[in-house]
């Protein structure tokens, strides 16, 4: 499982940004990708890159269709093959549950 943190932030539309920021949020949940929303990102959970990069392509281009002229994404990607890592088996194993 891949396990990705996505924040994209639309420049230029003054300080609060967050109709962007649901709209490209609506893209993430659209997809069927497990995903949890923070304060602060979005993390997802899929399969494949491809999976990742689709929804990130998605995510922005709903930003792009509200009027946002540049938009920042910052992804931080973990892909460990050595055993099947999940959200949940990454906190659990934190937390020690």
């Known amino acids: ?5 996505l924040t994209l932030t639309p420049l230029g539309k003054g300080t609060s940004v967050s109709r962007y920021v649901r709209a490209a949020y609506e893209a993430i949940r659209e997809s069927g990708l497990r995903h949890e929303l923070t304060p602060m990102s ?3 959970e899929a399969r494949t890159l ?3 990069f689709t929804v990130v392509k998605r995510a922005e281009e ?15 990607i ?9 959200m ?4 659990s194993a934190v937390l020690g549950e």
């Open 1 to 5: 499982m891949i396990i990705a943190e």
């Open 42 to 44: 979005t993390v997802i």
């Open 50 to 52: 491809d999976e990742i």
């Open 62 to 76: 709903r930003m792009l269709e509200m009027g946002a002229e540049r938009v920042i994404i910052d992804i931080k």
């Open 78 to 86: 973990d892909h460990r093959l050595d055993k099947d890592a999940t």
């Open 88 to 91: 949940d088996t990454k906190k």
